[in-house]
């Protein structure tokens, strides 16, 4: 059976799903789903780019913040947990620019948590054996050291949520082709916008990322001492619920082609939904993380001196120098995606305010969350 198939299925055997179901069928169903098939997901020949397929110098500038926070907590034990490695390129640029520092290379632990066993096994061909993996982050017990998550969190399945003369939460149907249908909302979707105090206009419809909450949730219970790094798109809720984005903020990816259609390329194409920062930093609070700042990829990437750093190590022959794939990384990683893509900065037990990448700190927006 299809994917496409096997969910037919199950909505003629149980009625309508809630779309967060859906969504999360098409990722990550064990067999079918998007990210445990056997496609080539990630750059120029998969569906979409990320930052760390653009240029090693975006992992070496990360490894350069973490050998910050590694020495201001005492150059101990430092245990890192990268959740999502996708590919492994990350990974392979922060231990890589780390071994350069051989008493914090010592001293550092890396960790990845990925689901997909596609992915494990398209990471496990680059990475060293300092990479140990794990399912789930209790496995570590209680631990010191950092979470990096780079665009993770804008793949958790979402509920879609249409505002009516109450909340109303989309369930998924079929009757020849795939429906929509709308039922009330639940207390907990409700209660995610009061906590916010977002009050949403009639016919407003948009994306809740209940599983956030949970994996931060997660984090603060496991972290002693330490930050946590989350690279992402999407916004604080005062933008994010500005009238143009009264559709949502669902994409689908295929063939580096984006469109706005979850019912078509079941399980072939990725599908995104933009993150609330402002709830990150809400519930992060009350999980005992901290928000120290909110910036933009661009402005974390320029301030632990990427620019600097690129130049020298793609122009190392004086002789043979040529600037245009200089250019070309500095457009897509402090402009394309450096503009699109935030950094939140969340700590427990640490004081971040000093950590280069918020220095100048001028965060986005006139209010921070």
């Known amino acids: 059976m299809t994917l496409e198939e096997i969910i037919i299925e199950r909505i003629q055997q149980e009625g309508p799903i809630s779309f967060k179901d859906y969504m999360d069928l098409c990722l990550y169903h064990p067999v079918h789903g998007y990210y445990n098939s056997q496609d080539k997901k990630i750059g120029k020949d998969g569906d979409y780019y990320t930052s760390p397929c653009v ?3 975006f992992g070496a500038m990360i490894s350069k913040q973490l050998e910050e926070i590694w020495q201001q907590m005492g150059c101990k034990s430092f245990i890192v947990v990268e959740y999502g490695a996708g590919n492994g390129l990350l990974a392979h640029d922060i231990l890589l620019y780390a071994s350069q520092n051989a008493e914090f290379y010592r001293n550092l632990d890396y960790y990845i948590i990925e689901k997909s066993p596609y992915m494990r096994a398209e990471a496990g061909k680059i990475l060293p054996s300092k990479v140990k993996w794990c399912q789930r ?3 570590l017990g209680w631990f ?8 993770l969190l804008d793949n958790f399945p979402v509920h879609q949520i249409v ?10 149907g079929y009757r020849d082709q795939f429906t929509e249908n709308l039922v009330n909302g639940n207390e907990q979707l409700i209660e995610y916008f009061k906590e916010l105090n977002v009050f949403l206009p009639y016919g407003f419809r948009t994306e809740v990322n209940l599983d956030a909450i949970e994996w931060l949730n997660e984090i603060g219970a496991q972290l002693r001492e330490g930050c946590v790094l989350t690279f992402d798109y999407g916004y604080l809720s005062l933008e994010l619920y500005r009238h143009h984005r009264s559709d949502g903020t669902l994409l689908c990816y295929k063939d580096h082609q984006v469109n706005e259609s979850p019912y078509q390329d079941i399980g072939k194409q990725d599908m995104t939904a933009f993150v609330n920062f402002s709830a990150l930093h809400h519930w992060g609070e009350k999980f005992g993380l901290v928000g120290y700042g909110y910036i933009d990829q661009a402005c974390f990437l320029q301030r632990l001196g990427f620019e600097k750093y690129l130049h020298q190590s793609l122009n190392g022959n004086p002789f043979h120098y040529d600037d245009s794939k200089e250019k070309q990384i500095k457009k897509i990683l402090l402009q394309n995606l450096g503009r699109h893509i935030k950094v939140l900065i969340q700590a427990k037990n640490f004081d971040a305010n000093s950590l280069t990448c918020l220095q100048e700190k001028k965060e986005i927006g006139s209010e921070m969350f």
């Open 144 to 151: 010191s050291g950092c979470i990096i998550s780079n665009e």
């Open 55 to 57: 240029s090693p110098a």
């Open 163 to 172: 505002m009516q003369d109450r909340l109303m939460e989309v369930f998924v």
């Open 137 to 139: 982050l209790k496995d």
